[in-house]
């Protein structure tokens, strides 16, 4: 059981975190079968469906290559939570990490619709305040979301006679509408917040970064409709194309990119639905974290 899991030995400063786990060979061979077999698969179900015959032997064969590789898959799965890895960790030596932000980003945004119908924000319960942002782009969403369904309505008309075509395009179609709702409801269920000495800034499903308050240099209230996408240290989380709250760090935060990329950033423009109450309070919270008295030193030592 030495070759699905090796790792490096720890840095011999006690400071320094473990180094991440080297995928044996065995961990590589099953994701060069996957990446093989999975869209083979797909092909194979898209023929399928739309009628075209196919030999037993052919069919025979990719599924019993699906089965071995899933059942591959799930032993390899329990011996690496045998040596140790999380849960999380075990899936992410399995599956790639752009495959596993994908597929959770489309989670967050399906999760986002029963959170919205059933009002329950994320993680909002222990703010101090809460600002939505999501008001001034709801128009647009709709409008969009409208249209898809105009657009499923006529090629579920044009595909009548086509039952296969027309079934799946109905599947994208019905996907294609609750993905733009699903994502208006992630923007509303994820509000910008301030907790404690903390800010944190939101945008939809993807974009969650947090900004302690001793690192924010200035705040200013200031509509833009224009940024520069390529600015380096930059983060614009415009609403309708539009921001109305500039902050100015001291140091860079980490605002990861959608596939984990790191990206410091200096200065971020926000959007928010009362952009003067997000202002106000910031500038508020900077202004008693920079006050605060330094914690008491203590009696001095005795000699």
């Known amino acids: 059981m030495t070759d699905l899991a090796e790792t490096r ?3 011999a400063r006690g400071g320094e975190p473990p180094a991440p786990p080297v995928r044996s060979r065995a961990v590589r061979l099953l994701r060069l079968v996957a990446y093989v077999a ?5 092909v194979l179900f898209v023929v399928l469906l739309g009628g075209v ?9 990719s599924e019993v290559v699906l089965l071995a590789l899933l059942l591959a898959e799930g032993l390899t799965y ?19 990490e752009s495959v596993l932000r994908i597929m959770g980003h489309e989670l ?49 008309y044009l595909l009548a006679d086509w039952p296969v075509a027309h079934a799946i395009v109905l599947v994208l179609d019905v996907y294609t509408v609750l993905f733009v709702l699903g994502l208006q409801a992630a923007a509303v269920t994820r509000p910008h917040t301030l907790t404690g000495d903390v800010l944190r800034l939101r945008q939809a499903a993807h974009v969650d970064v947090s900004v302690p308050l001793d690192r924010i240099a200035s705040v200013r209230h200031e509509l833009l409709f224009t940024h520069d996408k390529k600015a380096e240290g930059e ?5 309708g194309s539009q921001t109305s709250v500039t902050v100015e760090l001291t140091e860079p935060v980490d605002a990861p990119r959608f ?20 202002y106000r309070a910031l500038d508020g919270a900077v202004t008693r974290v920079r006050t605060a008295p330094s914690p008491s030193p203590g009696p001095p030592p005795r000699a």
Do not use: K, T
């Not at 945004?109 to 939505?132: E, G, K, N, Y």
């Not at 709801?138 to 090629?155: D, H, I, K, N, P």
């Not at 983060?235 to 609403?239: E, P, Q, R, T, Y």
């Open 9 to 11: 030995p720890v840095g």
């Open 38 to 42: 999975l869209p083979a698969e797909l």
């Open 53 to 61: 015959p196919i030999p037993r032997g052919v069919f025979a064969v």
């Open 78 to 96: 329990l011996r690496l939570r045998r040596r140790g890895l999380s849960r999380r960790a075990a899936v992410a030596e399995l599956v790639p």
């Open 108 to 156: 967050r945004i399906m999760a986002s619709l029963v959170r919205w119908v059933a009002r329950r924000p994320v993680d909002v319960a222990d703010a101090d305040a809460v600002f939505p942002h999501a008001r001034d782009q709801a128009a647009l969403m709709y409008g969009f979301a409208f249209v898809c369904l105009m657009e499923s309505a006529g090629m579920s």
């Open 235 to 239: 983060l614009n989380l415009a609403v």
């Open 259 to 278: 596939f984990g990329a790191p990206r410091p950033v200096r200065l971020i423009r926000c959007h928010a639905d009362d952009a003067r109450a997000l």
